[in-house]
């Protein structure tokens, strides 16, 4: 049964967050890095970290709210604050230097669990792929990516091997998401077997 607030979606393919429909459409969270840079006033370029309030610190202008909006509603903002006392017609550019939101959590039977990077488009194997392939008692059709899109977390439920086969589409991951690789029983108990068998045979070299 799934937990409070988790929706157990058993199709193949998921909506996108809606942050993430594309690049252009991201939204910055706090602990993201951007890169604002203003056209001929090198001196007030500057790499800001958004901060736990979702502002980022800037020269002239001070305090600027960066937490949900896109680079462009950014980019904006700034050009309107500087261009009101300092700077006529300034020109703005702003680009994401480091999202955390862009980040995807890779856990279970994997050989290298962690977070990836999530640019552009990308996909289930490609992720699984970062994360080094299923380890030895990895369960190809146990797959689980979870996502929260529209304040609400689902579950869907994807196979590799039917993936592999071409029988279903290789799903897009987003940032945000999480993917869990089951364990195959059958493959934990042919484990188990391995790593025990030299211990017996060596206990068996030792019978009188």
Same mark, same amino acid.
């Not at 937990?3 to 393919?13: E, K």
């Not at 800001?48 to 904006?76: F, K, M, N, W, Y």
């Not at 279970?108 to 999530?118: E, I, N, S, T």
């Given at each position: ?66 937490? #949900? ?13 500087? #261009? ?125």
């Amino acid at each position: 049964m799934p937990g409070a607030g988790l929706v157990a979606v058993h199709s193949a393919s998921s909506q996108p967050p809606s942050s993430f429909a594309s690049q252009t459409d991201y939204r910055l969270a706090a602990q993201d890095t951007v890169e604002v840079s203003v056209f001929q006033v090198p001196s007030l370029n500057r790499t800001a970290q958004v901060d736990g309030s979702g502002r980022i610190a800037l020269p002239l202008i001070g305090a600027v709210t960066a937490a #949900g909006r896109t680079t462009r509603e950014l980019e904006a903002d700034i050009a309107a604050k500087l #261009g009101a006392k300092y700077v006529q017609s300034p020109q703005v550019s702003v680009s994401v230097k480091d999202a955390v939101g862009q980040r995807v959590t890779v856990d279970g039977a994997v050989k290298k669990p962690g977070v990836y990077a999530a640019k552009g488009e990308t996909s289930l194997l490609q992720v699984i792929a970062l994360a080094g392939g299923l380890d030895e008692v990895g369960d190809s059709d146990s797959i689980t990516l979870f996502r929260v899109a529209n304040q609400q977390r689902t579950a869907s439920q994807h196979s590799l091997s039917a993936i592999r086969a071409g029988r279903v589409a290789d799903p897009p991951v987003y940032g945000g998401d999480t993917i869990v690789i089951g364990e195959s029983a059958a493959r934990n108990a042919w484990k188990m077997v391995k790593d025990i068998a030299p211990i017996g045979g060596a206990a068996r070299a030792f019978v009188p």
